[in-house]
């Protein structure tokens, strides 16, 4: 028997409409993924790609045009009451901007207390020492942080007071959305690790939501390229990134920036890809794919390859392996 996994997204479309006449852009086209107990995975992909339309549907926060999002099972839309606030407790958001997240006219102790008291019925002084044990968990002396405002601390500071918050009432996931983009390289790799210490010796499971693929690979169980709302590649981290198969998914990787040998000394070599525009129908990636050709008209749907997924004309002869 096949274990349930803890996240389950089926067929997710989100359209949104845009201008007077009522353009419908597609943000979300029929992605579908599972997030199992005690893994990261993360989405990745350009700005645009839907990753963060995806996380803010998981949060509850926008609701999907089409498509379902299970969680343990149930249909996160048809939770109410009691279900629905446990929801709440178990699937926790931690942001880009760490100072959108709090009220700058308030303390930082006051929504860290409001989390423990809405979702965990706890107050007075169990909620505080709750409080100051897990800001040790992610670094901080509660001493240093206790009483201030939120542009008395740092970002960094900021950051894991935000991830404090949302571990205080013991989630079971988090989706978390760009959370070190904002932060320096040292604070960074700090942050990471503190998800993967979450995920090693308490078993939580973590949505990444990114661009940089470095921070992936260092963090990540498995990856999903997406572009223009749809998947082209999905599979553990070091596969995908590794040895990749989609164009699109090489093109990323070859993006990155590097430092090389040339006449003498060291420089700076950046691969960008273009920004063409996308076409109307077939492979989201045909007007931007060095190996496009007439199958790409139609649009492929995800297959198995060498133990991942690929949505790919390239890989026609699999198609009889078809799961979507």
């Known amino acids: 028997m096949v274990a349930q996994a803890l996240l389950e997204v089926r067929n997710l479309v989100k359209v949104f409409k845009s201008g ?3 353009r419908e852009i597609v943000a979300v086209d029929r992605v579908s993924f599972n997030i199992e107990e005690g893994e990261i995975l993360s989405l990745l992909g350009e700005s645009g790609s839907g990753k963060t339309t995806i996380a803010r549907m998981i949060l509850r926060l926008l609701k999907p045009t089409s498509g379902d999002i299970l969680y343990k099972g149930r ?7 009691r279900e629905l606030i446990e929801y709440y407790r178990q699937v926790q958001g931690v942001f880009q901007d760490p100072y959108s997240s709090f009220n700058p006219i308030h303390k930082v102790d006051r929504p860290l207390l409001q989390a423990l008291k809405n979702l965990q019925g706890i107050e007075g002084s169990e909620a505080l020492k709750i409080i100051r044990e ?69 078993g939580v499971s973590i949505l990444m939501i990114g661009h940089d693929i470095s921070l992936s690979y260092y963090i990540s169980d ?45 420089s700076r070599i950046r691969l960008d890809v273009d920004q063409k525009p996308t076409a109307m ?28 997924k690929i949505a790919c004309w390239l890989y026609k002869n699999n198609y009889n392996q078809d799961i979507a």
Not at 136 to 161: A, C, F, I, M, T
Not at 231 to 242: K, N, P, S, Y
Not at 244 to 252: E, F, Q, R, S
């Open 20 to 22: 007077m006449m009522g």
């Open 75 to 81: 249909n996160i839309w048809k939770l109410k009451g």
């Open 134 to 202: 897990t800001l040790r968990k992610v670094g901080l002396n509660p001493d240093e942080v206790l009483g201030k405002y939120p542009h008395q601390l740092s970002g960094g500071q900021l950051q894991r007071v935000s991830i404090a918050r949302a571990l205080l009432v013991n989630p079971k996931l988090l989706v978390v959305d760009e959370p070190v983009s904002m932060l320096d390289a040292s604070t960074r790799i700090d942050v990471l690790n503190i998800f993967a210490d979450l995920r090693d010796n308490e």
């Open 222 to 266: 498995r990856i999903i390229i997406l572009y223009k709302g749809s998947i082209m590649e999905e599979g553990e981290t070091d596969a995908v990134l590794g040895s990749p198969l989609h164009p699109y998914t090489k093109m990323l990787i070859e993006s990155i920036p590097r430092i090389e040998e040339k006449w003498g000394r060291k």
């Open 281 to 308: 129908s077939g492979c989201k990636f045909l007007d931007r794919c060095p190996h496009a050709f007439n199958m790409c008209t139609r649009k492929p749907n995800l297959i198995r390859k060498d133990n991942r």
